[in-house]
């Protein structure tokens, strides 16, 4: 027994069967420059930019300065006509103020108002709307997801109906033992919890338009959020706009949808709890219907995405992307110091650096056996239009691209001992991510406020929603932990800056800024990236992801 004992003292301490101590923290960013990073954001966020709004007076230099960097590097020009440009075709509607609204239910005719009760939009080139009558069906959460085994529709027909939704998930109220409960990931959002997705759903179940109930928890925002864009919308030219979007969609009050049920004979409360079983039909408000006259200002323009390459060396169609927006709110209200210019430093000036840096790390080595596409998106901030736009047009194949890796504001901390991830759990790529900060003594954060659905808000989700896996460097989940701080200092950061400077005049560069903790996140990506880029691999989505069908249906192209 001594001996036995003995042996295993013996190996518990030997070199050869001790566990390998874990790597020393590495935040090195390799061939990516902190300070190339800094200038280029500087650059950008500069008064002479104008805040790089769509269509406004700075993006004639915004887009020469990209242009220019790509030109520089020796990237392949992937746009128009053997250029970096691609014209994006955009529509700009502004509902005009002076509209008429109302709801009528047996012993309520109540005339509404924008703004303070709904707020609505049509996404049509159509000047003038009028509804009349129309009648209204409660719709659950609107959400058709066979995968979960889940049709709110039942095949009603809605044909000249507005559709009244719920936001967010069917199980993001449900209580533990509930048979929806962690149906749909319980509080983390899938993509059927966004608005986007139930607008898109009322038009293909025929739909003559939807407002979405609006819930402060549900939406994570307010309702100053929902209305802020003063009736202002965008989307991109279609060739059959009425095949892709609704008559009129907006949302409504919470507690005008209260009063228009019980008006109608139901209990809100009640109807909502049904909405969370798989059994629920739509229910008709008996008596109750919605009536619309209102103008709608129409205005076609032209902004610009900004597309380079590196074409692959041995399989050329097969394609890893790289992208960010360079897009932010042009000029707008003076602030209180009369600051009008919102320059867009962190959101995503910031982000165009990084993805030039990391066209630079390529461009430093070999040529990758498959493509690499660096894409700077027009209209990220009114919709993702100008990736949206770049997927539809593309000459490379949705099904043959291996990854869609997205940056979008990063912090100005320095570096860090971790990357916060947005959207965990969702596909393979998350792996690799985590296998290379591993590699230098880095962790990964999973998605803290997954609720807020950031990961359905940023360019990589235009492909994402094509079935491409996707990758979503962003700072605005949660803080990171930073190396001088820790994460006490992160979410101080995200928490300010998101009540400040998000969108705002304020999201200036400053001297303070340090962008290695960046870069060092970008290094990781650009490993990533490269090792995809050099391999057969094609990663997968994770076993119940709603995107996971839609990647299947492209198999036959990957073999």
Known sequence: MKALIAAAAMFAVSPAFAQAPSPKLDTSAGPISAQRISDITRELASDPYAGRGPGGPGEPRTIDYLVKQFQDLGLEPAGDKGTFVQAVQLYRFQTQPNGAYSLKAPGLSKVLQTQTDLRVETQRPVEHIEIRDAPLVFVGYGVTAPERGWDDFKGVDLKGKIALILINDPDFEAAAGDAVADKFGGKAATYYARWTYKYEEAVRQGALGALIVHETAGAAYGWNTVVAGGGESYDVVRKDPASARLLLQGWIQRPLTVELFKAAGLDFEAEKARARTAAFRPVELKGASFSADYRNVVQQLTSRNVVGAIKGSKRPDETVMYSTHWDAYGIGAPDAQGATIRPGALDSASGVGGVIETARAFKAGPRPER????????????????????????????????????????????????????????????????????????????????????????????????????????????????????????????????????????????????????AADVNLAFEMGRALANSRDWPEWNAGSELGAIRAETAAQRK
């Open 371 to 518: 493509t690499i596409l660096f894409g700077l998106w027009t209209g990220e901030e009114r919709g993702l239009l100008g990736s949206e736009y770049y997927a539809q047009t593309s000459p490379y194949a949705a099904g043959k691209m291996v990854a869609s890796i997205a940056y979008d504001t990063f912090h100005p901390l320095g570096p860090t001992r971790d990357v916060v991830l947005i959207g965990s759990g969702q596909n393979q790529l998350e792996d690799r991510l985590r296998a290379a900060a591993a590699s230098r003594g880095r962790t990964i954060t999973p998605d803290p406020r997954p609720e807020r659905a950031l990961n359905y808000r940023a360019d990589h989700f235009s492909f994402g929603r094509r079935g491409v896996p996707t990758l979503l460097l962003m700072a605005l989940a949660g803080g990171p932990d930073v190396v001088d701080g820790g994460r006490a200092k992160g979410d101080k950061w995200v928490e300010e800056f998101t009540a400040r400077c998000y969108h705002q005049t304020c999201d200036r560069w400053e001297t303070w800024h340090d962008y290695s903790g960046a």
